[in-house]
């Protein structure tokens, strides 16, 4: 039986009645949210890490439902490192490492409490208490999860970036957290190479301030930082949590930041235990058998997610690396010699698998492999199928749709639900998502904008340095809809998505990047399934640019595999397979091959900002420290002053 299947049979006993598809369990969860939010609690025993048993009755799980400011169990005092080492007394590994070169740690769980415990007391040295800021700039190692555990048990707040920024970059994030403490790397290794990031981990810490006590893995050589070594070697000191309210800062992860400065959105204890718990377990089927790899970054909510593996007893996997080195073989080779059964990734990896010509299944044992999941961008329906054929037959694929405001998924994959290629099988539990159209009435195989109309309990506790929480209200609540609107504010996620008659989701693309030829509206993701599956297409780019009076400019700039030329015969072909698959409206007005595409760092194409740059818009100012190849900016701004409208 699965954790759903579980899960629901408890759910039902609450409701009263047998609740026998996913469909009936959906619509239990989100219109009996106290209900449904208790049950998860209960059915992961979270009284035993309370300080106190919950409470009888609705406003004891949920005592105001208004959005923004939904007050969620009150009264609850928990901590997330107790629901974590609760699991200490289990058998195996907790945390596996690997990097780029094959060198694996491994940490049991048997050691992982006496790990945490010496750095929580490093911590507790250095002054850091209940509500004090711990940093972090490190690749995706075993000791960035053991920090960040040690932090939060103290009930500090922690906040992670990945090395891959400059330090400028770094701490135009983490300076606006004052920390008192900065964990850092010596280095890593990537595409073949040692890089030493000792000089810029110095240079981080002085921005961070002359206070900031330095805490680097590896050897620190002339920087003036205590080694990590030396903290862990002392194993005397076990780690004792601090119980928090429900709602205490337990991290804060940042927005891209590509137009302006990065917003620090902070998520509570409380939100992200039950919510993680519910991903993770429930709708992934995690627990104490699963090893757990989603290929990540410190700057990525997915380094989040990933680690709520831990919450469900599960193993996880960390690897610093590239994805592709020494070739698109690597993860699957991973995901084999663990004995992976929930592997996550991007449509890129995938696509790059693809193209590449590799049959993973084939090459390698892949027995163990029982979910994949997909995100960063919406994963095209003929990726669907290349995995059906080339990883594992009907190996469920669980594309998600969240992101770093909510720090977890509002739609995917799930157990027991039917697979459809180009599609997310399900709304999540407890997620009231719906489509809407411009008036905002609910809409069902229509595209319309994603909202949220229900509160969930990891929704942000709120911004950093936004006491009055207007910034919170802005992004999230504050959108304009035609005629009177709803009658109570909603979470408008600024996606369009289509929620078919199945209860699955198609997601369209960012509709603050929609195209919009002639009045009628377009999604840039329908595009990219298309031009993306030609197999001489790298990477594709479509933009709307709105030109002088009503002209429009839609042009679609791509990168091409190595040895491919832009041939008229494959401009007509892209043309043609647009027209086909899409419609005529949707054909670009040129075909562009470019050096590249603009992304952030985590991996999201910027529409937005290079429109409006296309647009030749003066007010745009892209943060070269958020862009994965700031060069590529001048490019797209010279192509934009060289069209002739």
């Known amino acids: 039986m699965t954790v759903l299947e579980r899960f629901a049979a408890r759910f039902s006993e609450r409701a009263g009645r047998p609740l026998t598809t996913y469909d009936e369990v959906w619509q239990a969860s989100v219109t009996d949210l106290p209900g449904f939010w208790r049950t998860v609690w209960e059915f992961f025993e979270l009284d035993e890490v309370a300080q106190a048993p919950l409470a009888d009755g609705d406003a004891a799980v949920l005592a105001d439902d208004t959005m923004p400011g939904a007050v969620w169990f009150p009264d609850v005092r928990l901590n997330y490192v107790d629901v974590v080492l609760r699991r200490a007394g289990q058998p195996g590994e907790a945390i596996v490492g690997l990097d780029e070169d094959g060198v ?15 750095v929580a007391h490093a911590l507790r040295q250095a002054g850091v208490g209940s509500g004090d800021v711990v940093a972090a700039y490190l690749p995706d190692i075993p000791e960035a999860v053991i920090a960040f555990l040690a932090t939060a048990s103290l009930g500090a707040i922690w906040s992670g970036c990945g090395q891959d920024y400059a330090p400028e970059g770094a701490a135009g994030r983490l300076a606006q957290l004052e920390p008192k403490v900065l964990f850092s790397a010596a280095g890593y290794r990537y595409n073949g190479k040692d890089i030493d990031k000792r000089a810029d981990s110095a240079e981080l810490a002085s921005l961070l301030g002359d206070d900031v006590a330095h805490i680097m893995v590896g050897e620190p050589g002339e920087v003036a930082a205590t080694p990590w070594s030396q903290i862990v070697a002392d194993t005397d000191h076990l780690p004792e949590p601090v119980k928090v309210p429900f709602d205490h800062p337990l991290w804060v992860l940042f927005s891209s930041g590509t137009t302006g400065r990065p917003k620090g959105i902070v998520h509570g204890h ?73 592997f996550g990734t991007s449509p890129g990896q995938l696509q790059a698998s693809r193209k590449a010509g590799l049959h993973p299944g084939a090459d390698h044992d892949l027995s163990a492999l029982k979910l994949l999941g997909s995100t960063g961008s919406t994963l095209a329906a003929d990726l669907f199928d290349w995995v059906d054929e080339n990883v594992k037959h009907e190996l469920p694929i669980s594309s998600i749709s969240g992101g770093t405001d909510v720090v977890s998924a509002f739609a995917g994959g799930t157990t027991g639900v039917e697979v459809v290629a180009g599609e997310l099988s399900a709304r999540y539990l407890g997620v009231g998502l719906e489509s809407w159209s411009p008036s905002g009435e609910p809409l069902i195989g229509e595209v319309g904008e994603m909202v949220v109309t229900t509160p969930m309990p990891s929704m942000p506790v709120s911004f950093w340095n936004d006491p009055d929480g207007q910034r919170y209200r802005n992004a999230y609540f504050a959108h304009e809809w035609e005629g009177e609107g709803p009658a109570a504010p ?14 699955s989701l198609v997601i369209h693309g960012r509709s603050d990047a929609t195209l919009n030829r002639h009045g009628i509206r377009m999604g840039s993701a329908d595009i990219y399934e298309v031009v993306e599956a030609i197999p001489e297409i790298g990477e594709a780019f479509v933009l709307g640019v709105d030109g002088p009076g009503v002209k429009y400019w839609m042009p679609l700039f791509v990168t091409l595999v190595p040895g491919a030329e832009l041939t ?45 740059i296309l647009a030749g818009r003066s007010e745009v100012n892209v943060d070269p420290r958020s862009v994965d190849d700031y060069s590529l900016i001048e490019w797209y701004a010279e192509r934009g002053r060289a069209h002739r409208w």
Request: proline content about 5%; charged content about 20%; hydrophobic content about 45%.
């Open 490 to 503: 909603v979470w408008r996620h600024g996606d369009w998505v289509t929620v078919t008659e199945r209860g």
């Open 104 to 118: 694996r740690t491994a940490i049991t769980w048997a050691e992982l409490p006496a790990r945490v415990g010496a």
């Open 568 to 612: 008229d015969e494959l401009t007509a072909r892209i043309a043609g397979e647009v027209k086909t698959k899409l419609s005529p409206r949707h054909v670009p007005d040129e075909v562009v091959v470019a050096p590249g595409i603009p992304h952030t760092r985590t991996g999201k194409k910027l529409e937005v900002p290079v429109t409006a």
């Open 270 to 342: 409380g939100g992200v235990i039950v919510e993680h718990l519910k991903c993770v377990a429930i709708q992934s089927d995690l627990d104490e058998s699963s090893v757990f790899f989603w290929q990540t970054a410190l700057s990525w909510m997915m380094w989040n997610y990933q680690v709520a593996g831990l919450l469900g007893g599960a193993t996880i996997i960390t690897y610093s690396g590239s994805a592709l080195y020494p070739d698109a073989d690597r993860l699957w080779r991973i995901v084999a010699d663990e004995r992976v059964t929930f």
